[in-house]
């Protein structure tokens, strides 16, 4: 006789202090909601939707559960993630989560990343065989990872040391894949050029049957802007799930002045079998908002661009791409942060008067960058650690979250939340 499950845990009560703050977001949002939309759409058109990107080639589970929580108690509307189950299953496990902590917590869609060309850089890992490298490197390409997802360890050969004999001697470990994104930095770095990327191309089929999940909202199609055709054939091989979802995005670089009419061509794709809402992310410079304060300028620069021109195709535009903490101002300098205007001759018909034409902004690399200094302290155990049974760290992991999300949103200051 199989056993009675048992039931969770309940929340300890030093979580008090993530509840008074997550609960302040929850009501300041619910305040806001206004009928007709649902809230995400609701959020777009007032310019103030956050989307979390996990990565679309980041799988590290446990790593996508902490930051999900931690991100929908700070009132996110989307997280993108892989398409992969596994992936998924650590999403909706994180919002799951949050909603135990707060109950009335308004769930974000739960979005799925494809691409349609290997060429695509959020579509790769880093590869190398550590055997194949030198015992006295210094290991660059360790100290130059963003997501940690290079190790590197000497071992001994033969009962020799290793470090007074490298002839004896020689490195372990390498990539771990599940938590390589992709990000490219440490190709460059390495003194022996022993570094490779591998590019792939997400399963259609398998982000088909993602599609027809429950609990999967949202699809993103990564294209290179280099044609239509790779694309033509994706949305072909997903045309019979793609209307299980509420939203389609499309990311895509600037590819100058031919970006607006790539746009069309693909929205005359999409045209016949879209149901749901669509949105144009705006691709600045990719898996780079965790450099500095630099990195966010090609994406407005996309978004100044967009706006200066006319037959822009229908849907919410989002920025993505560099976005960090330094966004929102420059936003503001171009005029662009939650304005109904437009910028030059821009008037498309497309968008109403009562819609914001930059719907939100999109945060990866940053996003997790804060988290994860965070996450790095929770001490190590047997399996996955979970950021709530540490409610210190939850709590410090939300302020950090709400430091980023708070400022698009227009929360009040917390002292005046609680």
Request: proline residues 6%.
């Amino acid at each position: 006789m199989a056993g009675v499950p048992v039931p969770p845990p309940p929340l300890l009560a030093s979580h008090a202090a993530v509840r008074a703050a997550a609960s302040a977001v929850s009501r300041y949002r619910r305040a806001r909601l206004s009928g007709g939309h649902p809230p995400q759409v609701a959020a777009l058109r007032r310019g103030d939707w956050v989307k979390l990107i996990c990565g679309a080639s980041f799988e590290d589970a446990a790593d996508v559960r902490n930051l999900s929580l931690v991100y929908t108690l700070a009132g996110v509307d989307c997280i993108d993630c892989a398409a992969d189950a596994s992936v998924v299953s650590a999403v909706n496990e994180g919002i799951d989560v949050a909603a135990s902590i707060i109950p009335a917590i308004q769930r974000p869609w739960v979005m799925v990343s494809v691409n349609d060309d290997c060429r695509d850089l959020h579509f790769r890992k880093a590869e190398f065989d550590p055997e194949d490298c030198p015992l006295d490197c210094s290991k660059p390409c360790e100290k130059v990872c963003p997501a940690d997802a290079i190790s590197l360890e000497s071992i001994m050969v033969g009962g020799e040391h290793t470090q007074s004999d490298p002839l004896h001697g020689k490195l372990k470990g390498g990539v771990l894949t599940e938590r390589c994104y992709g990000c490219g930095r440490c190709l460059p770095v390495c003194p022996y050029d022993r570094i490779r990327a591998v590019s792939y191309v997400r399963d259609p089929t398998t982000a088909s049957e993602l599609l027809k999940m429950n609990d999967v909202d949202a699809i993103e199609i990564h294209t290179t802007g280099k044609g239509t055709d790779t694309f033509n054939t994706l949305w072909n091989s997903l045309s019979e799930s793609i209307n299980n979802v509420k939203l389609v995005a499309v990311s895509l670089p600037d590819i100058g002045g031919s970006t607006v009419d790539f746009m069309n061509k693909l929205y005359t794709i999409m045209e016949p079998h879209l149901q749901g809402y669509n949105l144009w992310q705006l691709d600045g410079r990719p898996m780079s908002g965790d450099i500095g304060r630099g990195a966010t300028r090609e994406t407005v620069s996309f978004a100044v661009h967009m706006a200066s021109v006319s037959e822009r195709p229908p849907g919410f535009y989002q920025l993505a791409g560099g976005t960090n903490s330094y966004t929102i101002d420059c936003l503001k300098k171009a005029g662009l942060f939650q304005s109904m205007a437009f910028l030059g001759a821009a008037t498309s018909e497309t968008i109403s008067a009562q819609q914001a034409f930059i719907g939100g902004i999109a945060y990866g690399g940053y996003a997790r960058k804060i988290i994860g200094r965070t996450l790095r302290k929770l001490p190590a155990q047997f399996g996955r650690v979970c950021i709530e049974d540490h409610p210190d760290h939850l709590l410090e992991a939300l302020q950090e979250a709400l430091s980023l999300v708070g400022p698009v949103k227009g929360y009040p200051a917390l002292s005046s939340m609680k």
